[in-house]
């Protein structure tokens, strides 16, 4: 596992110790992280991640975290119920130099702590098959982590379909061998 782009690409990362933990595999961030660079998405149409605060709701090992942070967020936060993980993400960042700008929570996305701050890109990539995106959006907007026009970008199974409904706008949404990876704006 790797930083796939930006400032520490080919940089590795340690994957979590739990072999029932799936991690997005680095073509699949290659390919989200593209269409996140490349697509009007950002403030006047530039890209989404240019200065991005960040919240990774389902750390894990903060890789998803950590390439947006190499490829021009501003800072991240991450959110995960298991201290192995949030250790490990810690680790991560230390390992690129980006502990300053990553803060880990020990907490769960369906019961977030209250932000002090809207995140303008979300990434939700809870373990699959449990369908826990839907209410993770619901309890993230409700405490502040979501304001108009955030991006969320989501993974589920490629079997899998998520649906958002009411301020939630499908921009985009793309299946890699077995993820499926939507891309979402929260609209006014």
């Given at each position: 596992m790797r930083i796939i782009g930006g400032r520490h690409r080919n940089r590795s990362l340690t994957p979590l110790p739990d072999r029932s933990v799936r991690p997005t595999t680095d073509r699949t961030r290659e390919a989200m992280f593209n269409i996140l660079a490349h697509?009007?998405?950002?403030?006047?149409?530039?890209?989404?991640?240019?200065?991005?605060?960040?919240?990774?709701?389902?750390?894990?090992?903060?890789?998803?975290?950590?390439?947006?942070?190499?490829?021009?967020?501003?800072?991240?936060?991450?959110?995960?119920?298991?201290?192995?993980?949030?250790?490990?993400?810690?680790?991560?960042?230390?390992?690129?130099?980006?502990?300053?700008?990553?803060?880990?929570?020990?907490?769960?996305?369906?019961r977030p702590p209250p932000s002090s701050e809207a995140a303008t890109l979300v990434f939700l990539d809870p373990p699959y098959g449990r369908?826990?995106?839907?209410?993770a959006v619901d309890a993230l907007d409700a405490a502040g982590w979501?304001?108009?026009?955030?991006?969320i970008v989501t993974e589920c199974a490629a079997d899998e379909e998520i649906v958002l409904v009411d301020r939630y706008e499908p921009l985009d949404s793309r299946v890699y061998a077995s993820t499926r990876v939507g891309f979402w704006r929260a609209a006014a």
């Open positions: 697509r009007p998405w950002g403030e006047d149409g530039s890209s989404v991640l240019d200065g991005a605060i960040v919240l990774d709701a389902f750390l894990g090992s903060g890789a998803l975290a950590l390439e947006a942070l190499s490829r021009g967020a501003e800072r991240a936060t991450g959110f995960d119920a298991s201290s192995k993980a949030l250790a490990v993400a810690r680790k991560n960042a230390a390992a690129i130099g980006e502990a300053n700008r990553l803060t880990v929570h020990r907490a769960d996305a369906l369908s826990l995106v839907e209410g979501i304001a108009d026009g955030t991006i």
